[in-house]
């Protein structure tokens, strides 16, 4: 067992860290917030969709439904009624990456919390009777998507960005793959990803480092076992396009971006800072421009995906199909003007101040502050502190802001999604369908 405690101290606020490696390879990992009455925890698996290929598309994120459906000590109202009927509640989410089951409870409820959770990761039993159900709530979740332009677009964008990589598969799977999947395909993959070695248990709230550890050790039960080898990346920008897919809605949606830095990249920091001046909030120069200044969008933002070895850059609009070309013009000319000026010293105040305010402000959720503490040992193997964050983005210049624009924010290297309405006004070039 190896063991790190921290005493943590910011902003008034004063907390302990800690984190333990246990037998089984299992990290605990814990931030004691005495101030609250409540806890949050989650259970982190280091697998996710880019795990997959394209034949089991969507494995991941059926497990996580079907554990709830029944384990070998609980039924599904068993498992539904475990903590709501303490006041707390329980959910999970499947990721590219991660996937994660949480929870969070009145402090005096941590055990059950710890019991439910692990029970969760450990004995789902994958009821024949329940699985035919939760593949179609599955299909049924797809079709949600599918009605969803702005979040389907995504899908979309990654799959242009990495055609020949996991990276580029939803994260929910196809419709072919979720009919294909039988019991004994889940059971398979559970045994190779849900180890020891590939677990996190993060822990944020009234609770201390000890008592976690103990309820771990007393409800984790799996024998060590290491994670298995992460699948890579390719590295290399794929030949920038554009594909324009007709669609049974009333505004134009689209995505434009580009491979970009991954996580553990020193442009880090440097690019967060860009993304907020460039297209986070109304004060951005998206905003201004596009939907203040012209009129073009009601929605357009930027965005900035960091993962394990690599990450995207790119930005999201919506608008009339008559400005489609102009709004795609107004955001390559925002896009160069800063790759070849330097942001002025109020813009880099003012989007240090914005970026550290949204972290800040996300630190009065036990829940974010669990979140941070579970990505980030996965990513770095580490705690990384409040203060080494804030610390990172006030030494950012402009310097460092105009040499990371210069490399990412190239438009004649961006590759472009359109999602047009599918009806006769629509140019007669974009009414493909998919």
Request: hydrophobic share 40%; charged share 25%.
């Amino acid at each position: 067992m190896i063991e790190f405690k921290h005493t943590l101290s910011s902003h008034d606020i004063v907390s302990s860290y800690a984190k333990t490696v246990l037998s089984s390879g299992i990290r605990v990992i814990s931030e004691q917030l005495p101030f609250v009455k409540s806890v949050s925890i989650g259970i982190w698996i280091d697998t996710g969709s880019r795990n997959e290929t394209h034949e089991n598309n969507g494995i991941s994120h059926f497990i996580e439904h079907m554990v709830f459906k029944g384990t070998t000590h609980r039924s599904v109202k068993k498992i539904a009624n475990s903590l709501e009927s303490v006041g707390g509640y329980i959910n999970a989410f499947t990721g590219k990456e991660h996937t994660c089951y949480y929870a969070r409870v009145l402090d005096e409820y941590v055990e059950n919390a710890v019991d439910v959770l692990s029970d969760l990761v450990q004995h789902g039993t994958f009821p024949e009777k329940e699985f035919e159900k939760e593949r179609l709530v599955i299909l049924e979740e797809i079709k949600n998507v599918e009605d969803d332009p702005d979040d389907q677009i995504q899908d979309y964008f990654e799959a242009m960005l990495f055609p020949r990589n996991s990276l580029g598969l939803p994260v929910l799977g196809t419709p072919d793959t979720v009919n294909s999947f039988t019991r004994a395909q889940l059971v398979d993959y559970r045994a190779k990803y849900y180890t020891g070695g590939n677990i996190v248990v993060a822990a944020a709230g009234n609770v201390t480092h000890e008592r976690l550890v103990e309820l771990v050790e007393k409800y984790f039960t799996m024998a060590a076992a290491a994670a298995p080898a992460k699948p890579r990346a390719k590295s290399h920008r794929p030949h920038p396009q554009r594909k324009d897919y007709a669609k049974p809605i009333q505004q134009a949606h689209l995505n434009t971006g580009i491979i970009a830095f991954p996580v553990h990249s020193p442009h880090r920091y440097p690019a967060m800072v860009m993304n907020t001046l460039l297209g986070d909030g109304m004060s951005s120069r998206l905003f201004q421009n596009i939907r203040e200044k012209y009129g073009f969008a009601y929605t357009v933002y930027s965005f900035l995906t960091l993962m394990e070895d690599t990450g995207v850059f790119g930005v999201y609009a919506a608008t009339d199909v008559k400005h489609i070309q102009k709004t795609i013009d107004l955001v390559s000319k925002e896009l160069r003007a800063l790759a070849s000026k330097p942001m002025t010293a109020t813009e880099l105040q003012r989007s240090k101040a914005q970026l550290k305010g949204n972290i800040l402000l996300g630190l009065e959720s036990t829940s974010h502050r669990m979140m941070r503490l579970g990505s980030g040992e996965l990513y770095f193997n580490e705690f990384v502190s409040l203060e080494s964050i804030v610390k990172n983005i006030d030494i950012v210049t402009q310097g460092d802001v105009l040499d990371v624009a210069k490399k990412i924010l190239q438009p004649e290297q961006f590759s472009t999604v359109v999602f047009v309405p599918a009806n006769d006004d629509a140019p007669s070039a974009q009414k493909k369908r998919i």
